[in-house]
């Protein structure tokens, strides 16, 4: 008899994104007339670049002749990408990252999520709370984050580190694990949901951390086009001896808007070992198996970004997105709302108003405002009582927004 996965049952409600589609498409549904604003999911809403469409239509043009078509391509990605990204993304911040330590794929969410494969069941994981819904659930599908706890919210066998106003919003190593030390470290920086950003001295608590008791860290770089403090590091490889103990992981979906598009990279550097064993050759086994490629032509709009006009457009998409998150931030705390994020980032973090919890405040802004957000609690405990908004939307939507929540209810 076949048996099923039972982790999935495990696995509490819907995934998060799904949950405030469905609340949103219910509510319009019941209310045809409502002029509702999105700026829930993280998701893009100016075209691609001149110069990714551009290489885009050379692909198509090479697909229909003979002498240029392609057909299987290096499942790890192509060189001419690969050799662009370490010369760029890594080498003008001084980091040697060497090409075939970078695996082109289809998207951070599938990467960050399918790393696990090359990670024994039992190991311990640390996430920082609140936290990208991906980290955890993925984890919770392989049965390393154990049982759910429906009154605290909490995986037992997830270490949680977690993220309050007191530290910013950016969690610190703990002093003291004991027999909960983890082995896996989940970070993203800046930081999705709340838009904070870790120092060089913070991340390298972590990356010292990890050195000594032979850990590895899952570092999320998603969003790091959006830093724009000079002092705060693009790449976790930025911190002495992080090669040796980090993975990481980057995104073409928030940077040149390429959500539907997907493309994606991890580097994991041949000097990270667990056991003796290359990390880089067990992706790379796992590539080969499982993967057969980011399409070329998808390939070569990637690669537009690494060219003088492909960086300038690219940057211009950047500064649109930041200059809404800064539109939002500012418009809250005039409404007198407590922020975070929105500088080095495109997510804006607020604490509810009257004590509301995270899905009553999503209630508020949807029937009272018309506006789409994402509830903190969705995030984790620790995001209980908190609200993300985003940059991503259109100038005209996020301007209507800003003033429907300064007319609306203030603190």
Not at 332 to 339: H, M, R
């Amino acid at each position: 008899m076949a048996r099923i996965n039972e982790n999935f049952l495990k696995l509490p409600g819907s995934y998060l994104f799904s949950e405030v589609a469905k609340r949103r498409k219910a509510y319009a549904k019941e209310h045809p007339e409502a002029d509702l604003i999105s700026l829930g999911i993280g998701d893009v809403t100016l075209p691609l670049t001149p110069t990714a469409v551009s290489a885009l239509h050379k692909g198509a043009d090479e697909m229909s002749r003979k002498e240029t078509f392609k057909g299987y391509g290096p499942e790890q990605g192509y060189a001419f990408l690969r050799s662009d990204i370490a010369r760029v993304d890594f080498g003008y911040r001084g980091v040697r990252i060497e090409p075939d330590e970078i695996f082109i794929s289809d998207g951070s969410k599938s990467d960050t999520g399918n790393i696990g494969d090359i990670f024994s069941p039992d190991n311990i994981v640390a996430v920082c709370d609140p936290v990208y819904p991906v980290y955890i659930d993925t984890n919770a599908m392989a049965g390393r984050a154990g049982n759910y706890d429906h009154e605290t919210g909490k995986w037992d066998r997830l270490v949680y580190a977690s993220g309050t106003p007191d530290n910013d919003f950016v969690p610190d190593v703990p002093e003291l694990y004991g027999d909960d030390a983890p082995d896996m470290i989940y970070l993203c920086f800046p930081n999705n949901p709340t838009g904070t950003v870790a120092t060089r001295r913070q991340l390298k608590k972590w990356v010292d951390y990890a050195l000594e008791n032979e850990a590895v860290i899952l570092f999320d770089a998603a969003y790091e086009a959006y830093i724009t403090d000079q002092e705060i590091p693009h790449s976790i490889y930025e911190i002495p001896g992080a090669t040796e103990c980090a993975i990481e992981f980057r995104s073409f979906s928030k940077n040149a808007g390429f959500t539907g598009l997907r493309c994606s990279y991890t580097v994991i550097p041949k000097a990270l070992e667990v056991g003796g064993v290359s990390l880089n050759s067990l992706w790379n086994r796992r590539h080969n198996t499982k993967f057969n490629g980011t399409p070329y032509i998808v390939q070569l709009a990637a690669d537009s970004v690494y060219t003088p006009d492909g960086a300038a457009q690219t940057q211009a998409l950047v500064d649109h997105y930041l200059e809404n998150a800064g539109i939002i931030r500012a418009g809250l705390e005039e409404a007198g709302y407590s922020v975070w994020g929105g500088v080095n980032s495109p997510y804006v973090w607020l604490r509810t108003i009257d004590g509301m919890s995270s899905w009553e405040f999503f209630d508020y802004l949807l029937k009272e405002l018309n506006i789409v957000g994402t509830p903190g609690s969705g995030f984790g405990p620790s995001g209980a009582g908190y609200f993300r908004l985003t940059g991503f939307g259109s100038r005209e939507n996020t301007l209507r927004a800003v003033e429907r929540i300064k007319k609306g209810k203030l603190v």
